[in-house]
């Protein structure tokens, strides 16, 4: 059998790249944690939820980061869902390390982790492993508690950009069917996420 070979795209221009993985929006999170009395964080637009079982979530940190090598050694590392009015305080928290937290409206966990108050959903977690991946680091974290603020809006990142949310005509009903081969509960569901053949076999979908 014969191996089909692939020539490797060494010429990518890294500014055409850049501009293609922006036209995806993703939302921003706080990555925080309370090291030796100072608090040390970075903003990522990389996380990801993982897993369910066992409750895994990732973001992606550059391996230049001066940041990271810190604040892993939290005993405990929050993430916090950014809600959209916290564009400039993204910025900050973007800004010099020295200056992330000032004024910023956060609470810490015995642990360590530093989560914002006002955020969307608050993630408490550990290092669960990490995985060199290129210029970045995959950082796993294993969640061990959270929180979510149903009635806030998630700040969107598109395009090196800040959006916010907002559905104009789309249908606003929750997607019946499979995405990523794990049910989604439809509107009219009971909430145990168990699918009929029909939904099944005629409306699965595949975002892998």
């Not at 979530?57 to 869902?81: D, F, K, Y």
């Not at 149903?150 to 104009?168: A, E, I, K, M, T």
Request: with cysteine.
């Amino acid at each position: 059998m014969t191996t089909p070979t692939h020539d490797r795209p060494h010429d990518l221009d890294a500014r055409a790249l850049r501009d293609a993985f922006g036209t995806y929006p993703s939302g921003v999170v706080a990555v925080a944690g309370r090291v030796q009395g100072r608090l040390v964080g970075i903003a990522a637009s990389s996380f990801t939820s993982v897993s369910i079982d066992p409750p895994l979530l990732s973001v992606s940190v550059a391996t230049s980061s001066n940041t990271w090598p810190a604040l892993r050694e939290a005993g405990q590392i929050g993430v916090s869902v950014l809600a959209d009015h916290h564009d400039a305080l993204c910025r900050q928290l973007a800004g010099p390390a020295d200056e992330r937290f000032d004024d910023l409206a956060v609470h810490t966990t015995c642990g360590g982790a530093v989560l914002l108050d006002e955020a969307v959903a608050q993630f408490t977690c550990t290092v669960h492993d990490e995985i060199e991946a290129g210029d970045h680091l995959v950082v796993l974290l294993a969640i061990e508690d959270l929180h979510v603020e149903g009635h806030r809006q998630p700040l969107v990142f598109h395009r090196s950009g800040f959006q916010r949310l907002h559905r104009d005509d789309l249908d606003p009903t929750r997607l019946g069917g499979r995405i990523n081969g794990e049910p989604v509960p439809s509107s009219d569901d009971d909430g145990s996420g168990a699918d009929s053949r029909e939904d099944r076999e005629g409306r699965e979908v595949d975002a892998a």
